[in-house]
């Protein structure tokens, strides 16, 4: 609530709101029937495993099993489902982030302690959301959700609409900042009343229960893509497809991946208000400090040199003020840029790595820990969210700063009619650095042409790096070796100056290490999102996933012939033909992967046992890549494109 108090620059037409509702109250108060439904969810769930407290209390049943709010890692249905409970969720966890939540104080050394015990109320009070999503009971499960939405939904616009105002947006606060958490409730109000509908239909019989399967069915399109041939002509793609998106009907992105790229627009939406609304207050109590200053000015005599002072210190403010209104549009946009580009290079980082691709990442990082990888999973979304908000901050700010730099060079000369020394400044200056920049090429070009032997064939491209004239290169090094020390000090401030630039305009893209090489380790960040790629890759990858569904699906076909086998009057298929279909497939997939034989059993116990002989192994192993290079060779005279083409790690 907003007290009596009005603080100095806030606007003046916020009054005293009391309509009854504590909404920190009803988010302490909502752990009760939060707890209920997660009870109610876990007795209505069986365990699938018998444990010692079923035979001690058997009349359990087996029942209060674990209820998981979502499926962080293998599951792609009801994406944007879950992704919406994020949305609801997004305004507590930004609440997070400020200590106005410690509902009392406590010691320094104990708040870290504190904001743990509020982060799992957090995620307690909307454990509900995520459980009715994904609880195998369906119906029981759209009731309860349908239920705490609507109390949900109540509370917020009840709260919303009365008292709207706020001391940082003014009067209209907390519909501004609210309004994505109340849509967020009312699409999974939609969302569970579709459940239970669909849940009664099955019940009725009137519709057919979906099947429950390991594999998906674009997982299943990406497959066959991949055992097709490449068209020799294939249609070229837009410049919005080669520079910004390509659309790939192949690929989901997962629940966890949705979800924090939802919180993280959100969480960007929130804070460009803050920022904006907090820059005007402050600018403002800046202005009332310039007011202060005229006054003495004015009431005191011997002043002249503060009096001086005061049209510099309004131009300033001015000055200041604009700029960062523009840097404000120019930082968030940069963070949306960012946000969305982050999806762009996870699924190109995870289809690299399916394909077999590890050069975009460090040599370090090509195996990285199990413990360390899964671990990645729990730790990416939160230090994705964080990331992306302190980004915006630390960005804006760099923005000003090069904002401020560009009026005061540019700008500002021009509009009090100093164009000549300004351009006599920036001439002087690009001089320089142009005189600088062209020695250095110079250096390139006296030894490409002097000091560079002859190509060795008309059609080489460059030089081959071999000294010609050493005798004069030597005379040529010695004397541009004292210009040189000089201009390393220029380059060594230049290198830490771009250093720091490009650290910080990156600081937000977790995707990629802003640590020098050798020294990615250091980047907890980026360790966090090598870790969740791998997880991702080695549960999700199709090839994978699809060959595990085809091993259940044959286990289920086995079982139910075996236990109907006996009104089964078709002959079934000898055992020599099976046999003999399954040698001849085998003999098709290593005539068209010969590098596969050396991956059989029985060359890997061969190459294990017998290390040191080399008749029969070495044999095999000459004749497998004999016939891969003559795959190879086939492939380039038919001249049909690589099916992957490999990809540089500086495109993403």
Same mark, same amino acid.
Not at 76 to 98: E, I, K, Q
Not at 293 to 299: H, K, Q
């Given at each position: ?21 504590? /909404? ?22 069986? $365990?699938?495993?018998?444990? @010692? ?25 009801? $994406? ?41 109320? !957090? ?40 008292? +709207? ?11 501004? !900042? ?12 939609? $969302?569970?009343?579709?459940?239970? *509908? ?65 919180? &993280? ?13 907090? &820059? ?18 004015? &009431? ?63 040599? %370090? ?13 729990? $730790? ?38 100093? !164009?000549?020394?300004?351009? &006599? ?35 080489? %491209? ?23 020390? *000089? ?34 380790? /250091?980047?907890? @960040? ?48 000898? +055992? ?50 004999? /016939? ?12 049909? +494109? ?5 990809? +540089?790690?500086?495109?993403?």
């Amino acid at each position: 609530m907003i007290g009596t108090q009005v603080e100095p620059g806030v606007d003046s037409r916020v009054q005293d709101c009391e309509n009854g509702i504590s /909404m920190d109250l009803f988010l302490h108060v909502s752990l009760i029937p939060a707890v209920f439904i997660t009870g109610i969810l876990s007795f209505l769930q069986k $365990r699938a495993k018998t444990l @010692g407290i079923d035979r001690r209390l058997p009349f359990l049943g087996g029942r209060f099993a674990i209820v998981i709010p979502l499926d962080t890692i293998g599951s792609l249905s009801n $994406r944007w489902s879950y992704g919406f409970a994020f949305g609801a969720v997004s305004s507590s966890v930004l609440l997070l982030f400020s200590e106005g939540y410690v509902p009392f104080s406590v010691p320094t050394w104990a708040r870290a302690i504190m904001f743990l015990i509020g982060a799992l109320e !957090v995620g307690l009070v909307y454990f509900p959301f995520f459980a009715c999503l994904s609880t195998p009971c369906r119906a029981a499960g759209a009731v309860l959700g349908i239920l705490y939405s609507l109390c949900w939904i109540t509370i917020t616009v009840w709260d919303t609409f009365t008292c +709207p105002s706020g001391k940082i947006l003014g009067i209209h606060q907390k519909i501004i !900042v609210q309004w994505p958490c109340i849509l967020s409730l009312i699409f999974l109000l939609g $969302r569970f009343i579709y459940m239970l *509908v669909k849940a009664v239909r099955i019940r009725l019989q009137l519709e057919p229960e979906d099947p429950e399967e390991l594999i998906e069915q674009h997982q299943v399109q990406h497959v066959k893509s991949l055992l097709r041939k490449t068209p020799a002509h294939s249609k070229p793609l837009s410049w919005f497809q080669r520079r910004v998106y390509e659309w790939d009907p192949h690929f989901k992105f997962p629940n966890r991946i949705i979800g924090t790229a939802i919180i &993280s627009l959100i969480g960007l939406y929130t804070m460009t208000l803050a920022d904006y609304s907090v &820059s005007n207050v402050a600018f403002d109590r800046v202005e009332k400090w310039k007011e202060t200053l005229e006054y003495l000015v004015t &009431s005191c005599n011997q002043t002249e040199a503060l009096g001086a002072m005061i049209p510099q210190l309004e131009e300033f403010i001015d000055v200041a003020r604009k700029s960062w209104l523009a840097t404000t549009i120019f930082a968030s946009l940069n963070s949306v840029a960012y946000t969305l580009h982050v999806l762009a290079c996870y699924r190109k980082h995870l289809k690299r790595l399916w394909r077999g691709q590890k050069g975009f990442l460090p040599e %370090k990082f090509h195996n990285p820990s199990s413990a360390v990888s899964v671990a990645s999973i729990t $730790r990416y979304s939160g230090w994705q969210i964080a990331f992306t908000l302190w980004g915006y901050l630390i960005v804006h700010f760099v923005h000003f700063l090069f904002a401020l730099l560009f009026v005061y060079a540019l700008v500002l000369p021009i509009k009090h009619g100093r !164009v000549l020394s300004m351009l &006599s400044n920036l001439g002087i200056t690009v001089l320089t650095i142009a005189l600088v920049i062209a020695l250095v090429i110079l250096q390139v070009v006296l030894v490409q042409i002097f000091f560079l032997q002859d190509k060795m064939s008309p059609t080489d %491209k460059e030089k081959p790096l071999a000294l010609n004239n050493r005798k004069a290169f030597h005379c040529f090094s010695y004397f541009f070796f004292f210009y040189n020390v *000089v201009m390393g000090i220029g380059n060594c401030i230049l290198r830490l100056l771009s250093s720091i630039l490009a650290g910080t305009w990156l600081v937000s893209r977790i995707d990629r290490t802003i640590m020098q090489r050798g020294y990615e380790g /250091m980047d907890a @960040g980026y360790s966090t999102w090598v870790g969740m790629i791998f997880a991702d890759h080695y549960h999700n990858n199709p090839v994978m996933v699809c060959f595990c569904q085809l091993l259940v699906s044959d286990t289920l076909e086995r079982h139910a012939a075996s236990s109907y086998s006996t009104f089964n009057n078709t002959p079934s298929e000898s +055992p020599g033909n099976s046999q003999a279909r399954r040698r001849w497939r085998l003999l098709y997939t290593l005539l068209r992967n010969p590098r596969l034989i050396l991956l059989r059993k029985h060359h890997i116990s061969l190459s294990s046992s017998r290390r040191t002989s080399s008749s029969p192994h070495s044999d095999a192993v000459l004749q497998a890549w004999v /016939m891969a290079s003559q795959t190879q060779s086939r492939q380039a005279a038919s001249q049909l +494109p690589p099916e992957f083409d490999v990809i +540089p790690a500086e495109d993403c």
